[in-house]
């Protein structure tokens, strides 16, 4: 990388000074009059200072079209804004694609993203190769070097698809290596980790079965999400409405009395869910019911469907007590007779009515 460019960095020796020509110009007279050349004061501030400034914008952008208007300014900075440097600072919203806006183009700044050591940027498209351009291989090394660099979504995306087998097929299930990963993306404060592994210590689901300790950890998982509201969202308490008492809906942090906005799903979840739309992904597959996931499953009966009802089925048990507190609740209902379709290769998922979440059985 070159540091020392412009006017300001003399290309000679230093001994002799530099002399700018100046161009004659005939006017309609015969006479010539003298114009000293122009000076670009862009090409005066040295590549570092201008890597700099690119870095603290990249890092701040609320929009792809927020850089891109300055990659569009110049050469200059079209090459310098294209840097691994500066790529490798880009915040979570630069590369914000939306699905219905998909092109090779923004495929191919994903990558370069990605290439450049952008954690979150190996974390999204990780996700979308796996699920959407099903290139199963690509998309989890992608979410491997996240996680590597402790990306906690990255671990764990990493730890749903050891525990459903995803990519692969029933036998490929690792449940001791979805726990482990749980565990760490716990350790680095995923509330849906946490969750996770709270559901799998009661429920004894690869790892040796302790009630208390998971219902600790459901708990405290509750009360974390609790406090993210609090610091993102403190105008929804400055009302008495969210404190519902004996209210008979069941809101997603209800375990502490509270009725609050559920958090918004992360920009990768989202992109899965706008790409399928809602419709099948393939001939008998299905996707998560839980609004804020958008995962497909990669083979028939992957995922894991609600004993009572039958209508519903998630891949993970955090989407499951997610969904239930915040929807599935009020719909659940047995019905008179409902023929079981999964040919033993399903799971079942209980209806979920305590504080600790769903009891999930392995069939």
Known sequence: MRTRRGLCYPRDSGFEKNVFKRKKEFNATGNFRKRSKKIDYLDILPDDLVLSI??????????????GRVLMTCKRLNELGLHSMVLSKASPKLFAVKASRWSESAHRFLKQCAHSGNVEACYTLGMIR????????????????AAIRSHAAALYALAVIQFNGSGGSKTDKDLRAGVALCARAAFLGHIDALRELGHCLQDGYGVRQNVAE???FLV???????????????????????????????????????NVPERL????NQFLSDWFGGKSPGPG????????????????????????????????????????????????????????????????????GEIAGDAMDES
């Open 54 to 67: 690119l870095c603290k914008l990249s890092s701040t952008a609320d929009s792809p079209a927020d850089f």
């Open 214 to 216: 998971g219902r600790r």
């Open 130 to 145: 796996f699920y959407c351009l099903r290139s199963r291989g690509t998309g989890a090394s992608l979410l491997a070097k």
């Open 285 to 352: 597959l299905r996707l998560c019911s839980h609004l804020g996931c958008g995962r497909p499953e990669s083979r028939r009966h992957e995922f894991r469907r609600c004993s009572v009802c039958g209508d519903v089925n998630y891949c993970s048990r955090a989407c499951q007590a997610l969904d239930w507190r915040t929807r599935h609740k009020a719909e659940c209902t047995p019905p008179e007779r409902w023929e079981d379709d999964h040919d033993g290769e399903g799971d079942h998922i209980g209806d979920g």
């Open 220 to 258: 405290q998982a509750n009360a974390r999400e609790l406090a993210g509201v609090l610091q993102d969202t403190p105008e929804a308490f400055k009302s008495s409405s969210w404190l519902i008492g004996g209210c008979s809906n069941c809101p997603l942090l209800s375990d502490f009395g509270c």
């Open 265 to 268: 799903p992360h920009p990768a």
